[in-house]
């Protein structure tokens, strides 16, 4: 499990979902299974785990334990996943944002600069949809958005150009060969931190994380109980504004909604109204901790 991926705020998480022996849980985003395994320490004979992933190799990572169901698919259907299951409501939902070390740490699948490898950066491999041919067919103005958007790069259109530019003459299909591309576009001494929101852009865009996660946050007021708690990881701005606004608000916009009668109805309380984030000890030990902020929210 922690050669897979290491848990993030493990012990802030299961508290934050203040685990009923005999509820229904779900992990959203199984990875290495550590926050999975910290739920089913908690439940007892009765309880029930749904876990969720995308990746393949995330299914080996899966305890033998009759108590938890995996499901090879993408947490944005997991209200149709649950009733296929004949699952109507949970007590509690988790979803990690966080890309596994085991994504960042295998050179084929393209989610790093560390290694020249082609531009793949999918989540799920049977998607269509890789970063090269992002890179090779999106127009200038869509490349440009994204960088702009997902990686709040102050020159993205310095950098579209340079990518269209460059596909005239050859193809872009490594992560090496991106990088070259970029160089005139990288600032001097920030090159490690620009070409990681690069990176981010792109992963977003290939595995469409930002729909993906309005998708589940919108499930959840459905899918939870009364008094279930929702409990939300993210590692950037984008993610984290996603969160606090439906937790805030019930709309991703941050905008709350009145009901006919003129009064403001939220489907949720927030349990920590600051994010919580890691301690310096699980920074010192967990590097891609660093950034991770954790949301928890209890349905009213």
């Not at 934050?16 to 849980?25: C, D």
């Not at 305890?63 to 009733?83: A, C, H, M, W």
């Not at 799920?124 to 067919?137: F, M, P, Y």
């Amino acid at each position: 499990m922690t050669a897979y991926h290491q848990p993030v705020l493990l012990d802030e998480a299961i508290e934050g979902l203040n685990i009923q022996a005999s509820g229904t849980y779900v992990d959203a985003t199984f990875g290495g299974g550590g926050h999975s395994r910290g739920i089913l320490d908690r439940l007892g004979q009765r309880g029930k785990l749904y876990a969720f992933d995308q990746d393949e190799n995330a299914e080996a990572q899966v305890p033998q334990d009759k108590r938890i169901v995996f499901t090879r698919g993408n947490f944005r259907f997991l209200e149709n996943y649950l009733s296929y299951y004949g699952v109507k409501g949970v007590d509690g939902i988790l979803a990690d944002l966080g890309v596994s070390s085991h994504h960042f740490d295998t050179p084929g699948r393209g989610f790093s600069y560390r290694f020249d490898s082609v531009l793949d950066m999918r989540m799920n491999n049977r998607s269509l949809l890789t970063a090269a041919k992002i890179i090779a067919e999106y127009p200038e103005t869509d490349l440009e958005r994204i960088f702009k958007t997902y990686g709040e790069l102050h020159n993205s259109r310095k950098i579209a150009r340079s990518i269209t530019a460059a596909r005239l003459s050859r193809k872009i299909e490594t992560t090496g060969g991106l990088v070259t591309v970029l160089q005139s576009c990288i600032p001097e001494r920030q090159a490690n931190q620009y070409l990681s929101k690069v990176f981010q852009a792109l992963r977003i865009e290939v595995n469409r994380e930002l729909e993906n996660l309005i998708g589940l946050l919108q499930q959840s007021s459905v899918l939870l109980h009364a008094g279930g708690r929702m409990v939300v990881i993210s590692y950037h701005s984008l993610e984290d504004r996603l969160v606090k606004n439906y937790i805030r608000s019930g709309d991703i916009s941050g905008i709350t909604e009145k009901d006919v009668f003129g009064n403001f109805s939220v489907p949720f309380r927030a349990i920590n109204h600051r994010p919580i984030v890691p301690r310096e000890k699980e920074r010192e030990n967990n590097i891609r901790a660093r950034s991770a902020k954790l949301r928890a929210a209890q349905k009213n």
